[in-house]
């Protein structure tokens, strides 16, 4: 089983800039929502193991997780990053389509195989990366429980794999949790989805970014 925690609050997600694989630090409303859900899952079974994306924003977030949950290890893996956005990547996201058409379409484009120029994934790349590596991290630890700290378009695409048939699943908040089931026949269970029951007193809720229907 495996809990997945969206990444928190950076510097440039709440300037609406368009982050992607950008390494950028936590705010302070970042740490204090890393805080709480270390808080959460705390209270819940001891995972074995904490995996993060290696960007800054996720990967202080799983250390805050780790020191709330009784020191538990944290291993950075850079398969865990999220979507990387190509020439929009710094933008501000009501600027992309002005600042540069072509990378702004390709990001739109129903073409799931359109790659974003400057470097940029398509949705099945992304999707691809994403599930090898659930599937990956699941067959080294199985019968564990481990958390995953990852991003917004990155855990969309494991709902995606999950529920192939399902509906949209709408934004990916920061610290949501989301729980997987994966079991030895590779059917994938969805136990819980963008819960952020521990936010919801603490004032920091609406903060959540949550991205768009292409990426974190």
């Not at 990852?150 to 949209?168: K, S, V």
Request: hydrophobic share 35%.
């Amino acid at each position: 089983m495996d809990d997945f925690s969206s990444d928190d609050e950076s510097i440039n997600n709440n300037s609406s800039k368009v982050q992607g694989q950008l390494d950028v630090e936590l705010n302070e409303t970042g740490r204090q929502q890393a805080a709480e859900v270390g808080d959460r899952l705390s209270r819940e079974p001891k995972p074995s193991v904490i995996y993060t994306s290696d960007l800054q924003r996720a990967s202080e977030t799983a250390q805050i997780i780790a020191s709330k949950c009784g020191r538990v290890e944290v291993v950075k893996d850079a398969d865990l990053r999220e979507r990387h956005l190509g020439d929009l990547q710094g933008l501000v996201y009501h600027e992309m389509a002005k600042a540069n058409p072509k990378a702004y379409k390709a990001f739109m484009s129903k073409n799931e195989e359109m790659e974003i120029p400057g470097g940029g994934e398509s949705i099945v790349q992304l999707f691809v990366r994403s599930t090898s590596a659930l599937d990956r991290i699941a067959m080294k630890h199985i019968g564990e429980r481990v958390i995953i700290v990852t991003h917004g378009g990155f855990i969309r695409q494991l709902y995606n794999r999950a529920c192939p048939n399902g509906g949209p699943c709408g934004k990916v908040l920061n610290t949501s949790v989301s729980v997987f089931h994966l079991d030895a026949d590779d059917k994938w269970i969805i136990k819980m989805w963008g819960d952020v029951s521990h936010l919801s007193q603490s004032g920091f809720l609406q903060s959540g970014f949550g991205g768009d229907k292409n990426s974190g």
